[in-house]
Each structure stands twice: as C-alpha cells, then as structure tokens.
C-alpha cells in the first residue's frame, strides 16, 4: 500500500512537471493540427506509466520514459490514420538509450518549450479568454475543476471555453514561434498573468489533501526566471513577479502545524520561514521600479507579502501599510476578490463592524457568496463580534464549498469549538 502512494505521489509530481512539456514538445514537432491526438496520448502515457512501474520499479529517467512512449504513441495514431508515411523521419529523434534528443530547432531566445507554448496560446489573434484557459490547460495540465476556480466560473462553462478555445487555436496557430523583440513584449503581459495563475494554484489548492502544491509553485517561478534570461521580456513586472512567487514560497513549511494540519497566518511558526527566499524577493522586488510610476498588482501584492514576512508575529504586521496597498490596487483595478482580501486588515485597521459593513456591501455587489473564502471570512468577523450562533451557520456555508481536504478539517475543527 506505501509503495503504491509513493509511486500515485510520484505520477502526480511528474504529471504537474512534465504533462506541459510532453504536450509542448510533441506540438511544436508535429503541430497544432494533431493537438487532440497529442492531448488524448500524453494522458494515456500517465496511465500507461501507473501500470507499467506498479509491476516494475519506477526507470531512472522517467522524464525521457514519457516523452519516449507519447512520442511513439503518437506516431502509431498518425500512421494509422495515414498522417504519417511508415519511412517518415519524425519517427528520428529517440537516441538508443531511451532519451529524447534534444530539437534542433528550439528558438535560442527562450529555451524551454513549455515558454514557446505559453507564448504561441497567447497569440493575437486569440482572445484573452482563449489565451488563459489554452495555456494553464496545455502548460499547467489544470483539470477543469482547477481552471473554473483561478477563473471564477463553472466547470461546464471552462469545459466548453476550452474546446472554442483549441478549435480556434488550431486554425490560427500552425507552428510555436516564439516572436522576436516588440512581438514578444506584446505578449508578455499575458504570459505574466498565465505564470501568477499557476502560481496562485500551487498556493492554495483547490481540491485535494494538500493545501500546497509546490511542484506547480516552483515551476511557475521555474518559467518566470527562464523568461528573466532574455532581455526582451525583462521589464518591473516581471521582477515583482518573482518577486512576490519567493515572498509566498517563503512561508511553504509554516503552513502546516507539526501534526499536519492547517496554519492560517495567525498560528504559523515563523522561525520556519525560509530567509534565503525571502532576500531573493527583496532582490527582485528592489529591482522592480516602475518605469511610469504606477505599480502593477504584482508590485501590490509582492510589497503585501513582503510586510507578512518581515513581520515578527501576526500581532506585529503592519496592517496599516497593508490595508494601504488593497485600496491602491482596488482604485487601479478593481476586482470583488481583491475587495475580499482587504476585509481582514480592515478588521485589524477599523474593526471587525466596519469590516462586517464592507463584507455585506460586497455580498450585495458581486457573487462571492458561491466561494468557501467569502463564509470563512465572515466566520472571523461574527467571531470577533462575539456573534457565535451566525458564527456558526458561516462556517457551514463555507464548509458546503470547500473541497480542499486541509482547509475542510480545519473548517470542522473550528466548528467544534464553537458548538
């Protein structure tokens, strides 16, 4: 039984490391015109991977073990359904060690082929809409489940978005080039917004029994340093990017207590806190200026996490300069979750009737009312406003939403002691 989830947590580690490149690299060697085939055969090679190590010990490259039976997976699909000759030379590009040679005509100005792919879903000619769902579908392998809570709609909806979404990428994008200086900047904003979105799903996750999922965290910070390298994409965004990714990556083992479970902000241990990540993003947050003197949210949101990290306890948090940075960027960009997320230093600033009053306003403006988070911030106001019974029913509203299993645990805990 170990040894199975030794090797379910070792599937699941390589599907959120390597599903992207898989599909990136089998794209952009036999086109955006087989991307169903490419899709449907990199997710059987997952299975066929779950099989095969159950029996036999897992191969000392299994990275190269996926892109070897994708790739040939892939050939005997195309050939039978004559896309492909039997002396067709795509077949070349396995080495006889069982290692994938390395493509020839990778673009020197970004290496890695999961950024060739994020830049080629961000193509011009696709919506914004399109663009997002392409890239954290195809580079992040977001399930659909996933995809609907970074972008705050129904799973019915994503499903259907990222079918207009292929269909159209497919007639518009024939081969990944990546675009060279001015074309590649028009982009980069996009590919930002597609990095913070992985990021920000590793960070609270969604569903499961994990209420951190470092592998999508280190490989959205992984693809934001390899964009750094080319001088065409450094700009102040991107550096408060990377930025905020250290700051939160920072507080990853003073998450969870030393049974396990859940640690909001209030209880976290901050001797845990990484230091080393933490001066990484003082780095990039110091080589951040902005060139026209208006900060982006990245900016926002990194100087936001950056006081939580300097901060000796909870009680000491600057919450003052905090609340000041929500109303920053709720007057550049206004969103209702950026709202949410300044009720609780409006608590800290003003007091918990006040934060109540702002709380209700935008339960009457927006639809927060379907997310988990809405009902556990409730909860802590009626909590400090010693309104137990409501108290109550706010955790079970936000208990009837939640499906991460930690945040679900904690949830029941808290209900418990207040009955």
């Known amino acids: 039984m170990e040894n199975r989830q030794n090797l379910n947590e070792t599937i699941d580690h390589l599907f959120r490391t390597e599903y992207g490149k898989v599909v990136a690299v089998l794209t952009h060697k036999y086109g955006t015109a087989h991307l169903e085939k490419i899709e449907d055969v990199t ?40 896309k492909l000759s039997p002396k067709d030379p795509l077949e070349v590009g396995k080495s006889g060690n069982g290692d994938v040679e390395k493509d020839p005509i990778l673009d020197d100005s970004i290496s890695d082929s999961q950024l060739r792919m994020i830049f080629a879903c961000c193509h011009p000619t696709l919506s914004q809409e399109h663009q997002l769902v392409l890239s954290l579908k195809l580079i992040g392998g977001f399930s659909n489940k996933e995809l609907a809570e970074a972008l705050l709609k129904k799973e019915e909806t994503v499903a259907k978005l990222f079918t207009r979404a292929k269909k159209r990428f497919r007639s518009k994008v024939q081969l990944l080039q990546i675009p060279v200086q001015m074309g590649l900047q028009s982009r980069l904003f996009r590919v ?175 639809d927060l009312e379907q997310q988990a988070l809405f009902y556990a911030i409730k909860a802590e106001l009626l909590s400090e406003l010693n309104r137990s019974k409501e108290q109550r029913q706010a955790i079970k509203d936000a208990l009837n939403l939640v499906e991460n299993e930690l945040v679900k645990e904690y949830l029941e805990n808290k209900l418990r002691l207040h009955s």
């Open 192 to 366: 930002l917004q597609v990095i913070y979105l992985m990021f920000s799903e590793g960070y609270k996750a969604t569903s499961g029994t994990q209420i951190v999922k470092r592998d999508i965290c280190y490989e959205a910070l992984r693809l934001a340093l390899l964009l750094r390298e080319n001088k065409y994409c450094r700009h102040p965004n991107l550096e408060a990017l990377i930025a905020l990714m250290c700051f939160h990556a920072s507080r990853f083992d003073a998450r969870l207590d030393d049974q396990g479970a859940l640690a909001t902000l209030e209880f976290q241990d901050r001797s845990r806190y990484n230091q080393e990540l933490i001066q990484i993003g003082i780095y990039h947050l110091e080589n951040a200026g902005t060139l026209d003197k208006k900060p982006s949210s990245y900016h926002l949101e990194a100087a936001r996490s950056y006081y939580h990290c300097m901060a000796k306890s909870f009680e000491e948090t600057d919450w003052k300069s905090i609340l000041y940075l929500y109303d920053v960027q709720l007057k550049l960009w206004y969103t209702p979750m950026v709202a949410l997320n300044r009720i609780i230093p409006l608590c800290k600033v003003r007091g918990p009737q006040k934060a109540l009053v702002e709380l209700e306003k935008l339960e009457k403006t927006s």
């Open 43 to 82: 997710q059987d090679t997952f299975i066929k991977a779950m099989q095969v190590w159950a029996y036999k010990s897992v191969p000392d490259s299994p990275t190269a073990w996926l892109y070897r039976v994708a790739n040939n997976a892939l050939i005997d699909v195309l050939r039978r359904e004559k």
